[in-house]
């Protein structure tokens, strides 16, 4: 079995994308529906250039609808600090209001998440807030993203020795170019039972080989998107550049595209088993039928895989200690 699939909502409201209103996010639910998908991922800040519109447009959808679906969120996190603060007490009583406000959420939500690590609030003030929420109703469980393991493995231990409930799943980037979590992370969550969530699949669209082929214009590295300059900038390296040049050339060579080779992977070769989770993403409806399409033709050719682990060997040197 391949890991299960969840809806990563940080596109809806954002600028270029079809998810504009209640309309057409009731329209995707109905298509995530049709394929099985019934979680979704969101937080407090999506999408990032127009925080908490994300959750506002999934609270418009329909009740009837609406109530088949699992929603996980994040606590709000400013971007332009070190995130000093942002998990006291009293923001993350804030945040969470705030959240099942925009949801329409009276019942709660399923996991809520550290969206990236406070280094000024004390992990026990962090630990014992999230497990009030749990008690109060508002979430069944919490999670943690984009914390390093030796942090990690604090928080786990303090719950550990105060009897606290820890997270019972963490959410990481994860994909053919950023597997530093295989050695870093997964075996700490793996010796705890904690479940991992994978977001950025296709590295942000990186891993679709527009960008290397300059057909990148119209997708999210395109000039004219708002978040356009800094994804060429975050997967600018030359180091990076030619080796996903030279994986798309050999990929193609088999009769595959790299966005194939990379979304069946992640599913059936990666170190992901049927307890964690793959987060999809899209700007378009038909983009999250097309890729499930993929994953669905299986495993692939051992000569295709031997070009993902050629692609690894060449990029992780500066890449290994992404997370």
Same mark, same amino acid.
């Given at each position: %079995? ?27 639910? /109905?298509? @995530? ?20 519109? #994300?959750?506002? @447009?999934?609270?418009?959808?329909? /009740?009837?609808?609406?109530? &088949? ?7 709000? $996190? ?20 705030? +959240? ?41 469980? *919490?999670?943690? +993203?984009? %914390?390093?393991? !030796?942090?990690?493995?604090?928080? @786990? ?50 891993? $679709? ?23 060429? /900038? ?9 080796? %996903? ?19 069946? *992977? ?6 992901? #088993? ?6 999809? =993403?899209? #700007?378009?409806?038909?983009?999250? #039928? ?6 669905? &033709? =299986? ?10 682990? !050629?692609? *690894?060997?060449?990029?992780? !040197? ?6």
């Amino acid at each position: %079995m391949v890991p299960h699939f969840i809806f990563g909502t940080a596109t809806l409201g954002m600028d270029q994308t079809q998810f504009q209103n209640a309309e057409s996010v009731t329209a995707l639910l /109905k298509t @995530l529906e049709k394929l099985d998908i019934y979680r979704l991922d969101t937080g407090a800040r999506y999408p990032p250039l127009n925080p908490g519109r #994300s959750e506002q @447009l999934i609270g418009e959808v329909p /009740k009837e609808l609406g109530s &088949k679906f699992t929603v996980d969120t994040k606590i709000y $996190t400013n971007t332009k600090t070190d995130g000093s603060g942002d998990l006291s007490s009293e923001a993350i009583e804030k945040s969470v209001n705030a +959240s099942l406000q925009r949801l329409q959420r009276v019942e709660g939500v399923n996991v809520l998440y550290v969206h990236r690590p406070d280094p000024a609030t004390p992990l026990e003030e962090q630990i014992e807030e999230f497990n009030r929420q749990i008690s109060q109703g508002r979430c069944k469980a *919490w999670g943690i +993203s984009n %914390m390093q393991p !030796e942090t990690l493995q604090a928080v @786990l231990d303090l719950c550990e020795n105060r009897g606290w409930q820890k997270p019972i799943c963490y959410q990481g980037n994860y994909n053919l170019i950023t597997r530093g979590m295989e050695t870093r992370l997964l075996p700490i969550l793996r010796a705890r039972g904690i479940s991992y969530n994978a977001f950025q699949p296709l590295a942000a669209g990186f891993l $679709t080989g527009k960008l290397v082929n300059n057909q990148h214009a119209g997708s999210r590295f395109g000039d004219e998107n708002p978040l356009g300059k800094s994804a060429q /900038k975050l997967f600018g390296a030359a180091e990076l550049l030619d080796a %996903m040049n030279a994986f798309d050339t050999r990929v193609k060579a088999c009769g595959l595209s790299s966005l194939e080779v990379a979304i069946r *992977w992640i599913a059936h070769h990666s170190a992901l #088993s049927n307890e964690d989770g793959i987060i999809l =993403g899209a #700007s378009k409806t038909p983009q999250i #039928s097309e890729t499930v399409e993929l994953v669905r &033709k =299986g495993p692939l050719p051992a000569k295709v895989l031997d070009l993902t682990e !050629e692609l *690894w060997d060449a990029v992780k !040197e500066i890449r290994g200690q992404i997370i």
